[in-house]
């Protein structure tokens, strides 16, 4: 079983920085893919970003240019940088990741609690 930590949301004023962490732990073989989902009040969950392990990105059209993703695999976590945050990113961040607990399982996708960020105006 793999489990996912977040942490770093918080609030902030628009034009803003936040800086998200996730860290994975448990029974952990291999991670390919790690990433950043996000979920508004009344709306549906939505990619933000996502980094394989060889490092190729991809972000949401809304958020390139202002959000940076990146991960150290020597310590399974992932990051989200966050810059220029307007009202319209608050949402409550959720860490993701395809893994396989051990080397004779399939890959799972893990979630993690989320982590409310909310940018005021």
């Known amino acids: 079983q793999v489990q996912l930590v977040e942490s770093g949301g918080g609030l902030v004023q628009a034009g803003g920085s936040l800086r998200l962490s996730c860290a994975a732990s448990?029974?952990?073989?291999?991670?390919?893919?790690m990433g950043w989902y996000r979920q508004a009040p009344g709306k549906q969950r939505e990619l933000v970003a996502v980094i394989r392990s060889g490092g190729n990105t991809n972000y949401a059209d809304s958020v390139k240019g202002r959000f940076t993703i990146s991960r150290d695999n020597a310590k399974n976590t992932v990051y989200l940088q966050m810059s220029s945050l307007e009202p319209e990113d608050t949402a409550v961040y959720y860490c993701?990741?395809?893994?396989?607990?051990?080397?004779?399982?399939?890959?799972?996708?893990?979630w993690g609690q989320g982590t409310q960020v909310t940018v005021s105006s």
């Open positions: 448990g029974s952990i073989f291999s991670i390919n893919v």
């Open positions: 993701n990741c395809n893994a396989r607990p051990t080397g004779r399982s399939p890959s799972y996708v893990y």
